[in-house]
């Protein structure tokens, strides 16, 4: 069955630290991998995107993401965070056998201490 | 840029009564989903819609029921509300099927069911 598995519910970190939320899935096919930003009171919004080619993707915000196949992971890293990256991550990839459901993680809730 | 927006930020109903969320894109988007989304378990699909008045039951359809008679519109019905209902309710609309396409989020409802 495919999944995705955040583990890290919650990452307080300080202003200006260096911050990695972690991300695995599990998919017998390809995948195309999505990190997703939700700020308080709001939708979500698309962070970045794997789609193929280069395992390091850039995504808005200063943040990026690598995708690494043998780990089948896709941890998603910024090197100094801002108080305004307060916010819950979601990462997620497309049900990739028919359907046009979505696969999304918990969610890992970033708190950014000044 | 693509907007997709729900009826109410806020809605608070009570028990046994029928409740109406509607959703609007903008975008000519072909697909359209609703998620309830709940702490710890992240996002999850109540129904999808692939074109109007075409619909699929998502992981959790029970007690929920959708309409989707134009193509920009994908509404939720909850046809007699009850306490565990209430959650915050995301919609999202992606242009067709294809697992590249990301989702497009609307700001979410926050429902209250007393």
């Known amino acids: 069955a495919q999944s995705v598995t955040q583990l890290d519910s919650q990452v307080p970190v300080f202003e200006e630290a260096p911050v990695e939320l972690r991300c695995n899935y599990s998919?017998?096919?390809?995948?195309?991998l999505f990190w997703y930003v939700q700020y308080p009171n709001q939708g979500l919004q698309l962070l970045l995107k794997?789609?193929?080619?280069?395992?390091l993707v850039k995504g808005i915000n200063g943040f990026e993401a690598e995708f690494n196949k043998s780990q089948t992971s896709f941890h998603l890293r910024k090197p100094s965070v801002h108080i305004s990256d307060t916010a819950e991550y979601f990462c997620?990839?497309?049900?990739?056998?028919?359907?046009?459901?979505?696969?999304f993680g918990t969610g890992t809730r970033l708190k950014v201490l000044a | 840029d693509v907007k997709v927006t729900q009826s109410s930020r806020y809605l608070v109903k009570r028990t046994g009564e029928k409740v109406f969320l509607e959703c609007v894109q903008d975008?000519?988007?072909?697909?359209m989903f609703w998620y309830r989304q709940d702490p710890g378990l992240g996002l999850r699909l109540i129904y999808f819609?692939?074109?109007?008045?075409?619909?699929e039951k998502g992981d959790i359809p029970e007690g929920y029921s959708v309409s989707r008679e134009k193509k920009e519109r994908f509404s939720l019905i909850l046809e007699s509300a009850s306490t565990n209902q209430t959650s915050m309710y995301l919609c999202?609309?992606?242009?067709?099927?294809?697992?590249?396409?990301?989702?497009?989020f609307g700001p979410g409802t926050r429902l209250t069911v007393l």
């Open positions: 997620a990839f497309p049900n990739v056998s028919g359907t046009y459901k979505y696969i």
């Open positions: 998919s017998s096919v390809s995948v195309y």
């Open positions: 794997y789609l193929s080619g280069s395992t």
């Open positions: 975008m000519d988007h072909e697909n």
């Open positions: 819609s692939y074109d109007v008045k075409m619909k």
């Open positions: 999202a609309s992606n242009l067709r099927a294809g697992s590249y396409n990301e989702q497009f």
